[in-house]
């Protein structure tokens, strides 16, 4: 069964305090790998997109990394403005649909 | 960027109504997507349309329905709505092998 774990479920940081978060898979094959990130009562908003494994995406304080089983999203130097659900997506080889983790709620103090 | 609009953002609707929630995507996309999500379950597909009239069920359809009679359009209804059907509703499209593009969602009461 296609399947994506991503952990911690929540996650408590003070501002400018580095950490990752995973998302790992099994799938019967991967097409692309989604990070979106989303804020409370709204839709997801896209962020990143990995096709292969060793591939890297940046975007400000994340940076998006994908293996053969996982991925990561590290967050350096988290501002309270980086607080959000992050949810983790696969792509399958065969089909259009995507394949969702439950996400990880991060919340960053001051 | 892709603009996916969704009709209503609150509705509050009683048990046993037939509801429609409506989507509109403005860049020609082929898929598009009905999910809904609840605390601790995270997002889970109802319904994918492929092409205009084209549909398959999602992982939990029952109890739903969805119509795709133009390209930029993707109604979800619920037959009789009952109160295991509150949720927030979200509506998505893509193009091939792309991201999913998300509206704003939809929180329904059914009370």
């Known amino acids: 069964e296609d399947q994506v774990t991503q952990s911690p479920e929540a996650l408590r940081l003070q501002e400018g305090e580095s950490s990752s978060l995973n998302c790992s898979y099994t799938?019967?094959?991967?097409?692309?790998l989604f990070w979106y990130r989303q804020d409370p009562g709204k839709g997801p908003e896209f962020l990143f997109t990995?096709?292969?494994a060793g591939e890297e995406k940046e975007k400000e304080r994340l940076k998006a990394t994908l293996t053969k089983k996982e991925s990561f999203l590290h967050i350096t130097a988290p501002k309270p403005e980086d607080s959000a659900t992050y949810l983790c997506?696969?792509?399958?080889?065969?089909?259009?649909?995507?394949?969702f983790g439950a996400g990880t709620i991060l919340r960053v103090k001051s | 960027d892709v603009k996916v609009t969704q009709s209503s953002r609150y509705l509050v609707k009683r048990t046993g109504e037939k509801v429609f929630l409506e989507c509109v995507q403005d860049?020609?996309?082929?898929?598009m997507f009905w999910y809904r999500q609840d605390p601790g379950l995270g997002l889970r597909l109802i319904y994918f349309s492929y092409d205009v009239k084209m549909k398959e069920k999602g992982d939990i359809p029952e109890g739903y329905s969805v119509s795709r009679e133009k390209k930029e359009r993707f109604s979800l209804i619920l037959e009789s709505a009952s109160t295991n059907q509150t949720s927030m509703y979200l509506c998505?499209?893509?193009?091939?092998?792309?991201?999913?593009?998300f509206g704003s969602g939809t929180r329904l009461t059914v009370v």
């Open positions: 998505a499209s893509r193009a091939q092998v792309l991201q999913v593009d």
């Open positions: 990995l096709y292969s």
């Open positions: 997506a696969v792509s399958l080889e065969y089909g259009n649909k995507l394949v």
């Open positions: 799938v019967s094959g991967l097409r692309g």
């Open positions: 860049m020609d996309h082929e898929n």
